[in-house]
């Protein structure tokens, strides 16, 4: 029986022509800065972010925390949406390491907006911490895939800037935010000051994220990452596979959005799950099972032939990516159609 892997778009494995390419790359130092590959990879992150410079780092996580740990610093605080994968999935690293706080602003769907994030910011008095940074998600995984309007991202620029906030965008899916918004990466990416995207998500790398910023900004991220024990030698066979998935893998994250589509639909159409399929904005799906133990419907439907995983007692996501073809969409939407749980 065929399985189909809806855990997380990272489950994605290199195809053989993403193997070649890394087979085949020109490696060098990187310490010493040497690598071509992994300064081609950086070179090509900053002309699509439009930012200065950009820095290949091992993670998503530690895209995330080195601008933390830069811009916003011990005993100050950042604003974030209260499910941001900073504040839940990366093991307080912002306060552990970087020493700031996180203040969580509850949101409907992790999508903040300017008049959340005014009064939020401490007063200038001696015995306050200064808040220092606003924190994006765009995509928001936690929140269901959702994407900031571009007005909206705009509106929180321009509020950082006139009270001196740096932004920082965690753009782990910053392709299918630009995709769905119909917003450039450079338009989104232009309204924060450093901004993270995976290459091991919807891209399909087996490792590694981009951090983009100024050309000064990149020179100190570079020397936290070699703290961090982020620096590392031959990079260029695993940059090799981020230029290739650039080069390859982006327009075609439309059709996650349109498969994950799919299988709302036919998620809804079932007497176990409950979803909207409109709130299915990109390539993930939250659905409840209402009545139901999430975790008893993981195993009928991983006994059916669907891997996924429960997010809340009675939550579940699927995530769509490149290892799920059209094909298996529909045939995934025919095995929900089916199944039947007494
Ligand atoms: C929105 C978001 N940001 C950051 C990360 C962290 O990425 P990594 O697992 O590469 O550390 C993830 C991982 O799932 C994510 O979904």
Known sequence: MKTYDLRSDTVTLPSPAMRKAMHD??????????????????????????????????????????????NCGRGNELLIDSRGHIVQHELASC????????????????????????????????????????????????????????????????????RKLTVHLDGARLFNASIASGASVKDI???????TFCLSKGLGCPVGAM?????????????????????????????AAGVYALQHNVQRLAEDHENARVIAAALAGTSWAALDPKDVATNIIYFDTPGRDAEDVVKALERAGIRCGASGL??????????????DAKQVAAIVGKLKLS
């Open 95 to 162: 306060t552990a390491i970087a020493g700031a706080m996180p203040v969580t602003i509850p949101t409907e769907k992790g999508i903040l907006d300017v008049s959340l994030l005014e009064g939020r910011i401490q007063p200038d008095i001696y015995y306050c911490q200064h808040t220092r940074m606003v924190e994006l998600e765009n995509t928001h995984n936690a929140a269901g895939g959702t994407f900031y309007p571009l007005a909206v991202l705009r509106g929180i620029a321009a509020f950082a800037r006139r």
């Open 314 to 327: 009675h939550t579940i996501r699927f995530v769509t990516h490149l290892d799920v073809s059209r094909k």
């Open 189 to 195: 990416s232009a309204c924060a000051d450093t901004v």
């Open 211 to 239: 951090l983009c910023g100024r050309r000064d900004f990149i020179a100190e991220a570079r020397r936290v990452r070699k703290m961090l024990g982020g620096g590392m030698r031959q990079a260029g066979i695993i940059a």
């Open 25 to 70: 790359a020109e490696v060098g130092d990187d310490v010493y800065a040497d690598d071509p590959t992994v300064n081609r990879l950086q070179e090509m992150a900053a002309d699509i972010t439009g930012t200065a410079a950009a820095l290949f780092v091992s993670s998503g996580s530690m895209g995330n925390l080195i601008p933390v740990y830069l």
